[in-house]
């Protein structure tokens, strides 16, 4: 559903595309169509996995998917069904839980605007609003010549950039209608501007293949610094000034001098806490070191039994 929005204080009209949480699975899906070096690619992405747990391989699976075909069709999700032993409705329901998997084919490059709290109060909806204006576009559309999808997006955790626009994942920072708009104007000229920060930009398909795991020497994702003045400003205020962070908080092991002095009689090794109780954290906070030991459901077995 596509509605028209204006917004009174820029006077923009944009369309907001309010997307259903229902896949469009408009015919069963053939596996099939995904040939041999994908299935070995996706054989590589369960082996990481442990035996029998091949389920967790979803998501990497599902970006593989958008890898070959753009966003995740209803090919891609019974392909992730038959090779994980899954049902398509539970692919379709992971699918459908993570904005990062599109429903419907994805541009080029997928632009997203932060429109959270911080960018949004500075520029990020003018920003928004100028895009969908540019390319005639609303949420989750994409151009005529299949170069850009647009979209709106929570933070995008950069917010001492803000506002933020994101192409296909790698930043552009400290934006301004005019430079979004010049952005995109270039994207659709068959320029690649430079992320400001991070890897160079590449196509979205490439991207999505990184994302499953698939590393790519050509992109030069490895030797990119995704991090900038801002970001590293409270380390050099650290630095600067001496401070340290404390220590990790253990409980309090007792000394061997404890007992000097007094009529208690010393602890055998036995009453001594194991290395792994004394490094058990004293906030009721933090999550125990051993799971297995705390978890009624899992109590801990005695040594050498096994399953
Ligand atoms: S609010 Fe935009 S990156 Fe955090």
């Known amino acids: 559903m596509t509605i028209e929005v204006r917004n009174e204080q820029t006077g ?22 995904f040939g041999q070096s994908v299935r070995a690619d996706a054989q590589a992405i369960i082996a990481r996995y442990p035996a ?5 391989a979803l998501l990497p699976m599902l970006h593989l998917v958008q890898s070959e075909q753009g966003y995740v069709t209803p090919d891609g999700i019974a392909f992730c069904a038959d090779v994980l032993d899954l049902t398509k409705a539970q692919v379709a329901a992971v699918a459908t839980f993570y904005t990062m998997y599109k429903r419907e084919p994805t541009g080029e490059f997928l632009v997203s605007v932060c429109r959270n709290t911080l960018c949004g109060l500075l520029g990020g909806d003018e920003i928004y609003a100028a895009l969908t204006e540019a390319l005639r576009i609303g949420m989750n559309e994409t151009t005529a010549d299949g170069k850009i999808t647009l979209e709106h997006a929570e933070c ?23 430079s979004a708009t010049d952005l995109v104007d270039r994207l659709r000229a068959g320029e690649r501007p430079a992320p400001t920060r991070g890897a160079p930009l590449c196509t979205f398909k490439q991207i999505e293949r990184q994302i ?25 205020l650290a630095v600067e000034r001496g401070d340290t962070a404390p220590s990790y908080a253990t409980k309090p092991q007792p000394s061997a001098a404890s007992g000097a002095g007094t009529s208690a009689p010393a602890k055998s090794a036995a009453d001594q806490p194991s290395a792994a109780a ?25 040594e050498g039994q096994k399953d």
């Open 12 to 33: 923009f009209e944009t369309r907001e595309n309010f997307r259903t949480t229902i896949m469009k699975l408009d015919r069963p899906g053939d596996p099939s169509v």
């Open 52 to 56: 029998g747990q091949s389920r967790s």
């Open 156 to 178: 995008l955790a950069a917010c001492d950039y803000a506002p933020v626009v994101t192409v296909n994942y790698e930043f552009y920072d400290n934006q301004t209608v005019e």
């Open 212 to 236: 499953a795991g698939f590393f790519d020497e050509t992109s030069l994702a490895a030797d990119a610094n995704g991090s900038g003045v801002p970001t590293e400003r409270g380390i050099r």
């Open 278 to 302: 004394a490094q058990q954290p004293t906030s009721e906070h933090d999550a125990p070191l051993d799971t297995a030991a705390s978890d009624p459901a899992h109590p801990a077995k005695p």
